[in-house]
């Protein structure tokens, strides 16, 4: 679950960002739709931590984004959401099983190649640990992106243009794999994203575009 | 997983490069590595031999030709001494109070036949390894290495050579005159085991023309069957070649003695601590060229290991963004770059040392094929340990600029971009 409380952001004294308030609730999907440079992609990187407000307060998971140091909210970041991003970048040196493992070196959780297989075989990569980044198709990468994002059971799960330069069958593909995903880890799932293809999934929709409102008052 | 592993996959990722580095790198230390083997080699060598030879006396010329003619057996004598000088400065026993004969001139296979008395031999505490100390004259005991690679044995004779060495194609032997072996001494490590003993009265034997052989000359005989010192000899018409002083009778002999050499016309005396010093100086001059030729090959490395990481990084910074999203502080990253390169030049380090050592022991194999010098890569000094931390330490240092930038990569930028 995060929450947002009079949230404001700006760039070289111009204000990309306002919302006055958001909830969303844990296990909660949800859907962040915007044109290009409407915010989208600053808001998740608000609520992951990576980048911090102009002013207002974000909580994820009842923890207070703010309140944290730089090296805390990295390690907060790890441990409670996963992000996963229009390119599924992976480490090209390291191979699938390695990448994953990474994930819990670097959040500082016990290394577990056993779930990590698991996870690998829920997404129908049970055959690819050994393999490396560039022996993978587009499609099979972002599954490992996704498998990665669940790995440490995230409490929120944010992905960014998951279904871009995707074709219908595989963004609808994409869409119910997160929205499985984050059923099955029981975290909130938010997608941000410009491609009204995706909107038919979500109940819980929300436009960024000139003003945050709910898609219904826009459209 | 752990940045050791992570390391190491990025450098094998990038096995070329990786290669080359630590190649360069190798090449600059293995260059001041075996400049500092064989220097060291060298030297210990130089200074075992000098061992307590305070002063060499011999005929006018080159001090240092006399050094490396009576101490180390490198080089031509600068000629002979009437033995009376050289008698007028032994039993000087104002100013000295050990004194060591030399007469050379002969050889057998290219092993150098030395006159002098028990005393040579006494001084590099030589230990006979089978038979007796050569006592009359045309009795001769070998070193070391002159048995083994002649294969002359207890009980054996032969004939020397004139010159001190043996010249192609011809025949410059002394017929007539047969030397006999009577002891082979054990290994010491010094100059002995390249020289073939005797007595000195063997030279002029050998050396007699055969006028005076014909004349049966009443001393001959008298000269087969001495045993007493040289110094207390007939000195009528002999030479020497030097005479080695290994004490002097008290301090001051050491400034005296050079100014009472000087005053005998064709006497000229040499120090080897300061011939040495010299010597060293010379070759010293050319180890430092060597040695800056090293360092440039280092710097070279490290300046490539540098823009490697540097390169590396700009190659990496979604990596970098990608890793801090995935919980990685800045200190983690900035450590994995700095770890990196320690990586890299720990391995240019010991290819480094690896190909130093190996390149000492051939050269030392070419050198001991040629009867040059010992030389062996089976040694380690302790500044190879130093000289490995300031690789590591110039290492480290090349990679502290990408490691920074890679501290201060900003995550939502570079995520924002989706390089």
Redesign the interface.
């Known amino acids: 679950m995060f929450e947002i409380a009079a949230l404001k952001h700006q760039y070289q004294h111009q204000e990309v960002l306002n919302i006055p308030e958001w909830k969303v609730s844990k296990a909660d999907a949800c859907l962040l739709l915007g044109n290009s440079g409407s915010g989208k ?2 808001l998740l ?1 608000i609520l ?1 931590g ?2 911090v407000p102009s002013s207002g307060k974000v909580w994820v998971n009842h923890t207070l984004l703010s309140e944290l140091s ?2 805390k909210r ?2 907060f ?3 409670n959401i996963g ?1 996963i ?3 599924p ?1 992976l ?4 191979n699938v099983s ?1 990448n994953l ?8 959780i016990p ?1 577990d190649k056993k779930l990590c297989q698991r996870i690998l075989e829920d997404l129908g990569l049970g055959d690819k640990p050994k393999a490396y980044p560039h022996q993978l198709s587009q499609g099979q990468l972002q599954r490992v992106s996704v498998a ?1 994002a669940v790995l440490n059971q995230p409490a929120l799960l944010i992905a ?1 243009e998951p279904t871009a330069s995707l074709d219908d069958e595989s963004a609808a593909q994409v869409i119910q794999l997160l929205k499985a995903q984050a059923q099955k880890w029981e975290a909130t799932l938010l997608i941000a994203t410009h491609d009204q293809r995706v909107k038919q999934h979500f109940t819980h929709i929300k436009n960024l575009n000139h003003t945050f409102s709910d898609e219904s008052t826009q459209s | 997983m752990n940045l050791l592993s992570l390391s190491k996959h990025y450098l094998l990722q990038n096995r070329l490069n990786t290669f080359l580095n630590v190649l360069l790198l190798g090449l600059g230390v293995g260059v001041i590595v075996f400049l500092m083997l064989v220097q060291y080699q060298l030297e210990d060598k130089f200074r075992k031999d000098v061992k307590g030879i305070k002063m060499v006396i011999g005929a006018k010329g080159s001090p240092l030709q006399i050094i490396l003619c009576s101490v180390y057996h490198i080089d031509n004598p600068t000629g002979n001494i009437p033995l009376a000088e050289a008698q007028q400065i032994a039993n000087d026993k104002r100013l000295v109070k050990k004194a060591i004969p030399l007469a050379l001139g002969d050889n057998y296979q290219n092993y150098r036949i030395v006159g002098t008395d028990a005393s040579l031999p006494a001084h590099y505490e030589a230990k006979l390894s089978k038979g007796s100390m050569f006592e009359k004259a045309m009795e001769v005991t070998l070193g070391a290495k002159v048995a083994q690679e002649t294969g002359l044995k207890i009980g054996d004779t032969f004939n020397s050579s004139h010159g001190l060495q043996q010249e192609e194609g011809m025949d410059l032997s002394h017929e007539g005159h047969s030397f006999k072996v009577v002891g082979i001494l054990k290994p010491s490590f010094s100059i002995l085991d390249k020289l073939i003993l005797t007595a000195v009265p063997s030279f002029w034997l050998v050396h007699a023309s055969h006028e005076e052989e014909e004349e049966n000359h009443p001393e001959e005989d008298s000269l087969h069957h001495t045993a007493s010192s040289v110094w207390q000899m007939p000195s009528e018409g002999k030479e020497i070649t030097a005479m080695l002083i290994t004490e002097y009778q008290n301090p001051m002999a050491a400034m005296n003695l050079p100014r009472q050499v000087s005053q005998i016309g064709v006497l000229q005396a040499a120090s080897p601590a300061m011939e040495l010093n010299r010597l060293f100086e010379q070759i010293g001059i050319g180890q430092q060229i060597a040695s800056v030729f090293g360092f440039i090959l280092i710097g070279i490395a490290v300046l490539s290991t540098f823009i490697a990481l540097y390169n590396a990084l700009k190659a990496r910074r979604y990596d970098l963004a990608v890793m801090r999203n995935l919980g990685a502080s800045r200190l983690k990253l900035f450590g994995m770059m700095l770890l990196e390169a320690s990586l890299l030049a720990f391995l240019g380090a010991l290819v480094g040392l690896s190909l130093g050592h190996l390149a000492v022991e051939v050269a030392g194999w070419q050198a001991s094929v040629q009867e040059k010098v010992y030389l062996t890569g089976a040694i380690f000094l302790v500044e190879e340990l130093w000289l490995g931390a300031l690789v590591l330490g110039v290492g480290v240092l090349a990679a502290l600029l990408p490691a920074w930038q890679s501290y201060h990569t900003e995550v939502a930028d570079i995520l924002a971009k989706g390089e």
């Open positions: 992609t600053t990187h992951a990576i980048r730089e090296a990295d390690q970041r790890a441990k992000l991003f229009q390119k970048h480490i090209a040196s390291l390695q493992v990474l994930a819990q070196y670097l959040a500082g290394q990665r960014d």
